[in-house]
């Protein structure tokens, strides 16, 4: 299982890549592979702020439909609209190509209370 060491992590299975001010969003390669074959991502909040912990979409699989929460306060900033038509791309390439949301940071303190690599894989070990 693949868990970079450079991003920090949600027990809901998001992962978060801080850029200065700004963070890059996905879910983990853990959760891709729970899901199965992605089929549909929604992200109906650009442009919106939204508190840690608040939905920012959905992601479907063939078999369910799942929430994603924000791992951190902030305005989203884009959606990796390349996912509309090719959302299979999660599944491939979760920590690259398949990132899901860019974000504003609104309160940089809450970078400090994500899982780090360890902390993570110790989660979905558990």
Same mark, same amino acid.
């Given at each position: #299982?693949?868990?970079?060491?450079?991003?920090?992590? @949600?027990?809901?299975?998001?992962?978060?890549?801080?850029?200065?001010? /700004? +963070?890059?969003?996905? =879910?983990?390669? $853990?959760?891709?592979?729970?899901?199965?074959?992605?089929? $549909?991502? %929604?992200?109906?909040?650009?442009?919106?702020?939204?508190?840690?912990?608040? +939905? $920012?979409?959905?992601?479907?699989?063939?078999? @369910?439909?799942? &929430? #994603? $929460? #924000?791992?951190?306060?902030?305005?989203?900033? %884009?959606?990796?609209? +390349?996912?509309?038509? @090719?959302?299979? @791309?999660?599944?491939? &390439?979760?920590?690259? /190509?398949?990132?899901? =949301?860019?974000?504003?940071?609104?309160?940089?303190?809450?970078?400090?209370?994500?899982?780090?690599?360890?902390?993570?894989?110790?989660?979905?070990? +558990?």
């Amino acid at each position: #299982m693949n868990i970079p060491e450079n991003l920090k992590y @949600t027990k809901d299975h998001e992962w978060v890549r801080v850029e200065g001010d /700004d +963070a890059v969003i996905g =879910i983990t390669e $853990f959760a891709s592979k729970e899901l199965g074959d992605i089929v $549909f991502i %929604e992200v109906e909040t650009e442009g919106e702020s939204l508190g840690k912990e608040e +939905a $920012f979409g959905t992601i479907e699989a063939v078999k @369910t439909v799942s &929430d #994603m $929460f #924000m791992p951190v306060s902030g305005e989203v900033l %884009e959606f990796n609209e +390349a996912l509309e038509s @090719t959302p299979e @791309t999660v599944n491939e &390439d979760p920590y690259g /190509d398949g990132w899901i =949301i860019k974000l504003k940071i609104s309160n940089p303190d809450e970078i400090e209370d994500l899982l780090t690599a360890d902390q993570y894989k110790e989660l979905i070990e +558990a």
